[in-house]
């Protein structure tokens, strides 16, 4: 078995489709009526078309009351992995995205930095 498909909440779906595709470089896998008010909406990585893909699911109830605990908490809702921390922070930096963790390496190994992905989230970028 592996992983196919994740999810985070997100209070916008059009919001985040254009960060996640225009300030991170994702790229739309499937935007597709879901019902009335939704779409089945997921991103991959660009530099990996085949790989697991991240549905940004519009909130419910219960959805925005977790997703507002986990970002009072100053949790991430979520880690992408990346291979230079650093390069990825000034890159998002400079493309205008807010973060409330700089690169900084972790007691449990690795580097993280934190930003906020304007749709409800913190996301963890993550290099071992």
């Given amino acids: 078995m592996r ?29 597709a009526p879901y019902s009335e ?26 959805a925005r009351t977790f997703q507002q605990a986990l970002y009072s908490a100053g949790q991430p809702a979520t880690a992408l992995a ?7 922070y000034d890159r998002l930096l400079a493309a205008g995205v807010t973060f409330t963790l700089e690169p900084t390496t972790m007691p449990y190994g690795g580097t993280d930095a934190v930003f906020d992905d ?11």
């Fill in 3 to 31: 992983v196919k498909l994740a999810g985070i909440f997100v209070d916008d779906q059009e919001r985040a489709r254009a960060f996640y595709t225009e300030k991170l470089g994702f790229q739309v896998k499937t935007d």
């Fill in 37 to 62: 008010t939704a779409r089945w909406l997921t991103v991959v990585s660009a530099d990996d078309p085949d790989g697991t893909e991240l549905q940004l699911a519009p909130l419910n109830d219960a």
């Fill in 82 to 88: 990346s291979e230079d921390c650093k390069a990825d």
């Fill in 118 to 128: 304007t749709c409800g989230n913190l996301i963890c970028i993550h290099q071992e």
